[in-house]
């Protein structure tokens, strides 16, 4: 059984940071990519960024120059600084991992239960 749970989310003021963490643990054999997702009420589920295991990156458009991935490959941990937050980016934030379990044979996507932020004077 592999799990991701996340923590960091918040309510911020325009303009203001936050860093959000998501760290793997279970029965992981290996984990290729991670990355963050974020639902907005009455919107679908939108990639944020996403960071292989070598560290290649890919962010949104929208998110581009404001926000930063990295992760900790020996702590299967993912990290989401955010800064220059607006009250467009109010969502719910799912982080997940394309992880291989001990045992298994092929990679599947888990994802953790999502932390909300919420950007608002």
């Known amino acids: 059984q592999v799990q991701l749970v996340e923590s960091g989310g918040g309510l911020v003021q325009p303009g203001g940071s936050l860093r959000l963490s998501c760290a793997a643990s279970?029965?992981?054999?290996?984990?290729?990519?991670m990355g963050w997702y974020r639902q907005a009420p009455g919107k679908e589920r939108d990639l944020v960024a996403t960071?292989?295991?070598?560290?290649?990156?890919n962010y949104a458009d929208s998110v581009k120059g404001r926000f930063t991935i990295s992760r900790d490959n020996a702590k299967n941990t993912v990290f989401l600084q955010m800064s220059s937050l607006k009250p467009e980016d109010t969502a719910v934030y799912y982080c997940?991992?394309?992880?291989?379990?001990?045992?298994?044979?092929?990679?599947?996507?888990?994802w953790g239960q999502g932390t909300q932020v919420t950007v608002s004077s």
């Open positions: 997940y991992a394309n992880v291989r379990p001990s045992g298994g044979r092929y990679y599947h996507n888990y």
């Open positions: 279970g029965s992981i054999f290996s984990i290729t990519a």
């Open positions: 960071i292989t295991s070598g560290g290649s990156t």
